[in-house]
């Protein structure tokens, strides 16, 4: 499966972004996805993850009750609407497929597929 994120930009502290991230290829409802951020100087982290059917999901401590990952498996995409954005959340944001299992998943190693990041830029 190939993934495109999408919907980054600058926003002001305490503001929100919706990203969004296309996928292209067979059985995407089969997929748990993630969503990874890297900051600069920064080694990647994870972020949110949703199972198979959207049923389950996951965060990062630190996006909790701010962040929340959705999917569309109709339209084969996944979301991650992010409200009261700190600067800290100033990173390049990736979406991810893993094949394996149909439980959220928040290990870098176990997806397969990375799409292109989408960069987010939170002034203060």
């Known amino acids: 499966v190939q993934l495109q994120a999408s919907g980054g930009g600058l926003v002001q502290a305490g503001g929100s972004l919706k990203l969004f991230c296309s996928a292209y290829?067979?059985?995407?409802?089969?997929?748990?996805m993630g969503w990874f951020r890297q900051a600069p100087g920064k080694e990647r982290e994870f972020v949110a993850t949703i199972s198979w059917l959207g049923d389950r999901d996951y965060y990062l401590d630190s996006v909790k009750g701010r962040f929340t990952i959705s999917r569309d498996n109709h339209k084969s995409m996944v979301y991650l609407q992010m409200n009261m954005l700190k600067p800290e959340d100033t990173a390049v944001y990736y979406c991810a497929a893993a094949s394996q299992g149909v439980a959220p998943k928040w290990e870098t190693d176990d997806y397969d597929f990375w799409g292109k990041g989408t960069l987010v830029t939170v002034s203060s």
């Open positions: 290829g067979p059985s995407f409802s089969t997929y748990v």
